[in-house]
């Protein structure tokens, strides 16, 4: 345990909160408040690995499942937890979350039908991007049922429905080919498009 693990477990504690604030009856603006703490310690599990030399395996991979726990279950809660709001539009939530349904799909069929355990690729740069959209989109759509100033949330989904299919090819291919291929003359422009963002765990992938 490392302070950049301590935010990342602080995430998934944040998660569980979430759970059981839904299950209490919160109001879904009470939910986001804990969405955006938990959030900024995706932010400080990175800042604080980099700033104190603590980048480990374990923690990148830590790092990775805390966001895929925190993102996926956030959706769910917004989409079947409360239908009723009058922010609610399905293509929104499909277009916002396109990333993690895909690879989730996929993910699912690497595990489930090809029996394969290996399943944390490289971060690379546009995700980090696309997390950041995300994380603007849906705080902007939930405060536009009560702040019509927040309407701006709309183009930004169409940004995370482009990001999201586009790494959700890279996704896909980094688990797929992209070890076998390292020493390709196209990998080398198939990074320059997408470079991999630095972390620690990339030399032992």
């Avoid at 726990?69 to 769910?76: D, S, T």
């Avoid at 709001?85 to 799909?105: P, T």
């Amino acid at each position: 345990m490392n302070v950049p693990n301590f935010f990342t477990f602080l995430r998934v504690i944040l998660t569980v909160v979430l759970l059981i604030m839904y299950a209490l009856g919160f109001s879904i603006l009470v939910l986001l408040y804990i969405f955006i703490i938990a959030a900024l310690t995706d932010f400080l599990d990175g800042f604080t690995a980099r700033w104190l030399k603590q980048e480990t395996l374990f923690g990148a991979r830590f790092d990775i499942l805390a966001d895929r726990f925190l993102w996926v279950v956030f959706g769910l809660l917004l989409i079947f937890g409360y239908p009723d709001a009058s922010y609610y539009n399905i293509y929104d939530f499909v277009f916002i979350f396109s990333r993690e349904i895909i690879c989730g799909l996929f993910l699912a069929f690497h595990l489930l039908v090809l029996r394969k355990t290996s399943f944390i690729p490289y971060v690379r740069y546009t995700g980090k991007f696309n997390t950041v959209i995300q994380g603007i989109a849906i705080p902007a759509m939930i405060l536009s049922e009560s702040f019509t100033f927040f309407s701006f949330y709309q183009p930004l989904v169409i940004l995370c429905a482009l990001f999201g299919f586009f790494n959700s090819f890279y996704y896909i291919f980094d688990l797929s080919f992209y070890k076998k291929l390292k020493k390709s003359k196209f990998v080398k422009y198939y990074d320059f498009v997408n470079p991999i963002a630095p972390a620690a765990y990339h030399e032992n992938y």
